[in-house]
């Protein structure tokens, strides 16, 4: 029977002490909330007197019940030397806490934090939370939707906590569900989320900018992908979430082996800045059709049929596979048609995982 190993988030925060950004991700329940929370909101707050906020993504996420079972895995009583011994909420402040049994009610006492959800970040722009250095977004991978302009309203906000303080650290935390996340693109981390395993960390730079030459900064992102925590997966079935790999589902694979058929035609899927390149294949025998995708790492060459969801002047660039109002050439129209769900196989399950998950078309089944 393996043990389980719950996460430490110090390596990762001694290793990179500098960091503006801290990504956090990897198998559900193995104690990544729990460190950031134990170690960043509360050990911070008793050290500086800096206050701290929590963020999810949609208001919905942020319902009572999420508020109030939060920090029910922190030793209150112990962390505060028994001055309080519960958390509570008011509106979106959050509280250490006393519950007075004679009054049956809750007497809050310091406040340490806010409850934010991201979507209502722009009713905050004119907010000064100059009492705050930390901001910790939960749940950064998503399965559903995200909000559209999400990086940027993330941004919005952080800009609007740190007042051009430099000062400001935060924290996005996730488990493995998808790498077709808003994020990855945005701040060019496709190449570090590939070749990054479990157990391991790094840290990127990105330069930013300024109207005058003398105003680059330099924001330092550190990720680490949890090693694996062991103990008892007890969810039937094989979700990779609870083992830390990225959630896949299962997704057809080749009938035969690929030597075994012809290419008539290859073209690329690149969408939310993931390449795929889809070839036509004919069975050198019966003479089937199919579809294969696989990854993409190379360049796009020139005159090479796209679908994408980036804007390009190129004739050779569509969105839709099976709405090319500008294309002339029937036989190619006809070619595309067959883009069906029925022979469409992948190299690997995260491929077609990931693939399914950023096209922004319907495929015709």
Known sequence: MSKQIHYNIDKLINTYPDANIYIIFGEKSNGKSYQVKDKIIFDHYQK??????????????MKALWKEKYFKDVDVAKKTENKYSCISYYKDEIFYSNYDAEKNKIIRGEKFGYFIPLTQEQHYSSADFTDCDVIVLEEFMERGSYIPGEVKKLMAFY???????????????????????PYIPAWNLEKVFKNLKQGEMTQIEIVNEGDDINEKTI?????????????????IGSSMIDKGGWDTNPQPSLPKSYKNYNVKFRCVYKFKSYMYMAEFLQDKE???????????????????????????TSPFWFRN?????????????????????????????????????SIDFMIKR
């Open 48 to 61: 500086t007197g800096m206050r701290s906020i929590i963020m999810r993504r949609w208001k919905e996420d």
């Open 159 to 181: 800009s609007t906590v740190d007042r051009k303080r430099g000062v400001t650290k935060m924290f996005l935390i996730g488990n493995t569900i998808s790498k077709v996340n």
């Open 219 to 235: 924001v330092k992102i550190a990720i680490e992908y949890c090693g694996a925590s062991g103990g008892k997966q007890m969810s």
């Open 286 to 312: 019966t003479k089937e059709i199919c579809w294969f995708v696989y990854p993409k790492n190379t360049q796009i060459r020139k005159n090479t049929f796209v679908f994408s969801d980036e804007i390009s």
């Open 321 to 357: 596979p099976y709405d090319i109002i500008t294309l002339r050439n029937q036989k190619l129209k006809k070619l595309f048609e067959t883009f069906r769900e029925s022979i469409i196989f992948f190299s690997d399950d995260l491929t077609g995982t990931d693939f399914k998950n």
